[in-house]
Structure formats: C-alpha cells, structure tokens
C-alpha cells in the first residue's frame, strides 16, 4: 500500500538523525519518515563505527541511555548483552565505560526494532545514499540524491553531526582518523604525526597500538592540553549566578573558579563543579554577549574542553603509559610547514617559545585537530543550501542560524520553510549540543516540534520523480 503522506527526510544517520528519526516514526504513524545516510553504516555515524574496544565512550555507561525519559535504558540493556567474552565494557573507579562500538550496536538494535514494528504501510524507511540537494517545492522540498534520484519530501531535518574540517595537511601522507587502510603498512622505525592532542588523538593512539605499531607517535596541538580524567564524582548543586556572570566571561570564570574553590573546601572534587553546570550551561551560554562568546572561542575553549569532555579512565592509562615510555611525545607546536619526500614527509612545526623551528620526519600525519564550520564547509549540500539562501550560519559561523524551536532560518531571518536542525549543527547557539545526554532530548522535542507543525500543514499526496 502506498503512503498517501510524503516523507519527512532525516538527514544523517548518527546518533541525532537516528533519534529523530525513531521518535517521529512513533509521532506520526501515517506519515513515513526517510532516514538518509551516505555512509555504509546507520546509526553509528564516525562516533560508534570503530570496532577498537579501547575506543570507550567519554561519558558514563550510567548517563548514555538514548531515551530522556527512560535514563537506566543503556545500563539495563548492557547487562542483558552478550559480550562475546570480549572486554567491551571497563569497570573503574569513576564508573563504567562501554566502547563506542557496542554503543552502535545498541543504536542499530533500537532502529531495527523500530524497523520490524508492524505496519500497513513502511513508516521508517532508510536511504543508504547522500543526499545532495534540498530544492523548495510545493509543500515542501525535492530532494535530490548522490544516485541521481529525486523525492518530495514533506519537510527536512538536518542532523549531519561534526562537519570535517576544510582540507587538510597540504601532504599525500596525510590520513583521515577515522580510515584505517593507510596505517596498514607503518614501520616501526619512523614516527607518525598527529595534529591535534584532544579525545580524537587519544582514540588514534589507542586503534595504533591495538593494530600493532610499535613506532614512535608524535602529537601537536597549539597549546599542547590533553583532556582530564574521569574520577569518582559526588552530587553538587549548580552555582547561582549573580547577573554579571551572565555577561561577562571574565566574571563567569571568577565564580566557576569559586565555586571550584568553595567544592574543595568541602571534599568535593572539580570535576563536580563543572558537571553540575551542564543544565546550565546552554542559559550561560545564549546569555553571553556576541563578543564575550568570541572572546571564549579564542582565549577559554581548549581549556573547558579539557576540563568538560574527559578521558575514561583506561583511555587515560594507555596515554600516561606511551608517554611515560617515550612511545607519546606531546608537543606545544603548530605546524608551519610540510614537504612530501621519497617515503615521508618533513614537517617543520613551530614550538611554543622556540627560537627557530623543529623539523621532524615523518611517515603520516593523522589530522585530529578538530571539527568545521558551517561558514567554512565542504559540505556539498550544506554548500547548496548556503547558496540558495535557505540556510545561514549562525552569528559566529560555527553552526546553523536557528530558532527557539530548532526551525532553520534562511539568509532573511525567515523560518517559514519546514527545515529544521539538532546535534553539533546547534553547536554556535547552544555551545553544549555535541553529547548523547544534550543530543538526546532535543530529539524528542524536536519531533514533537515537527509533528504539529506537518499536523498544521496538512501535507499533500507522496510522488517521487526520477
């Protein structure tokens, strides 16, 4: 039977699309929902696609449950999975971590639950292809896709998750982190560079290792910070913030570090302090003048990113032990130079407080320094919809312009068209959208936003063109 409603595309597979994707199936049972993803794998995206068991998650097994309603979901379904035998959970101290592996396979088994739900006619349908295009057409958009095939869609959800950086190190050693094919054939003698020092180098660190290469790793960032350590925390109220920590970031860090201070004094660690500020923190944020939130991104983001996105403990272990044998260096250094030779590659990197600059020698270099912008992108589709003017960056070019409400604003501040975004895309209006426990009840909030709003419209009958 065909459906009489056209979709609601959902586009990106990772955590947020997934999520979306799962709670409109259940909102609106008349109506399918096309879930599109380019990549061979839905419901992972590039977090939950390793099979390296020493890529853990970076938050608790006891908070990374998919539903907001239902926080024990995740440790209620780890502990009726069959691990196989193999170590894909670590118990610690500061509590326990699963690999982001198994958290895909959690993802995959709720979207193939969703997917075996009976139905008169499919409400959850996935795309395994890119989508290229978003062009507005009668109630709604032609969607067009990488295969050449076009769908009208009731209305679009943009959940492309962390956008790649534009480019990367000007060297044909240069690999992505995430492909492991040219790592396959490393010698030990030689070391590998990466750029950057945060939680996608350690990852890198650990998939090496796991793999068998023995050489030397080298790692560079601008100020050479790794993440913190995940320790065992105690409950700790959020801080009330006088009025002008809400607009002024030099104030806001004087009475973070107050409050750090005040939680010392009573036995209670840091960490606390910054974890009770997470129901805060997107207020903090929106309420920071424009230039007080630039003057973050340049001056505090490496330091709360250390501080907020922390290392598991056994993640923490395989660092302190490279480093402690030499197999880790970590440098304070950017690079300013690079030259493909025979074999290798010669980069000359600019260390903090040197007088010339260091040249070093070698065989890949891993960029790991982080996610893109919006302004920025390479993005095919994000690019075309800049073009058209359907969507804009947000006011610091970090992610997408928005409302209140998630809809896309177009480059006239309008929001009438029925596109909407979640997850990292949020990242310039939120700051703290990036996390299974901020992502997840956007979705469900979204959905419900999408659902009224389709309800309102009344949508048209389905057709697809070729």
């Known amino acids: 039977m065909r459906n009489a409603l056209p979709p609601i595309a959902v586009i990106g597979a990772g955590f947020s699309g997934t999520m979306a994707a799962l709670h409109l199936s259940r909102l609106m049972p008349a109506r399918p929902v096309l879930l599109c993803e380019k990549s061979g794998a839905f419901a992972r995206g590039l977090a939950y696609a390793t099979g390296c068991t020493d890529h853990l998650l970076n938050v608790r097994a006891t908070n990374m449950s998919a539903f907001p309603d239902r926080p024990d979901h995740f440790s209620l379904w780890l502990e009726s999975c069959p691990l196989d035998g193999i170590a894909w959970t670590r118990s610690t101290p500061a509590g326990l971590f699963a690999a982001r592996g198994l958290y895909g396979r959690y993802l995959t088994e709720l979207l193939l639950a969703a997917l075996a739900e009976p139905s008169s006619a499919p409400h959850l349908m996935l795309e395994n292809d890119e989508v290229v295009d978003l062009a507005p057409a009668e109630e709604g958009f032609c969607l067009t896709l990488a295969a050449g095939r076009r769908r009208h869609v009731a209305g679009a959800i943009l959940a492309c998750g962390n956008l790649r950086a534009p480019g990367s190190p000007g060297s044909r050693y240069a690999v992505d982190p995430w492909d492991g094919a ?32 023995g050489g030397p790793i080298l790692a560079a960032s601008r100020r050479g910070l790794l993440p913190q350590v995940h320790a065992p925390t105690a409950p700790w109220p959020a801080p009330d913030m006088p009025a002008a920590a809400r607009q002024s970031l030099v104030a806001l860090l004087r009475c973070v570090r107050e409050e750090v201070g005040r939680a010392a004094a009573a036995g209670t660690d840091w960490r606390s302090v910054i974890d009770s500020l997470r129901g805060a923190s997107i207020g903090l944020w929106r309420g920071l003048p424009l230039a007080e939130q630039s003057r973050f991104l340049r001056h505090l983001r490496a330091f709360w990113d250390v501080h907020r996105h922390r290392m598991a403990p056994p993640a923490a272990e395989i660092v302190a032990r490279e480093r402690a044998t030499g197999g880790l260096t970590v440098l304070r250094a950017r690079v300013i130079g690079i030259e493909d030779q025979a074999g290798y590659a010669r980069v000359a990197l600019r260390e903090r407080g040197a007088a010339a600059p260091r040249v ?28 058209r003017g359907l969507i804009r960056p947000d006011a610091l070019g970090l992610g997408l312009a928005v409302t209140d409400d998630l809809t896309v604003l177009d480059q006239r501040g309008d929001a009438s068209l029925p596109l909407w975004t979640l997850g990292p895309l949020l990242r310039g209006t939120l700051w703290e959208c990036t996390a299974v426990p901020d992502i997840r009840g956007q979705a469900a909030e979204l959905a419900r936003t999408v659902t009224a709003r389709l309800q309102e419209n009344a949508a048209g009958p389905a057709r697809e063109t070729a």
Do not use: H, K, N, W
Not at 189 to 194: F, G, R, V
Not at 204 to 210: F, S
Not at 360 to 387: K, M
């Open 182 to 213: 040219p790592l396959d054939d490393l010698r030990p003698d030689l070391p590998l560079l990466i750029i950057g020092t945060g939680l996608t180098m350690v990852d890198a660190v650990a998939a090496l290792r796991q793999r068998g290469f």
């Open 360 to 387: 070093v020698e070698v065989q890949r270099i891993i960029d790991a320094s982080g996610v893109g912008r919006v302004a920025d992108t390479d993005d095919l589709l994000l690019r075309r919809l800049l073009a």
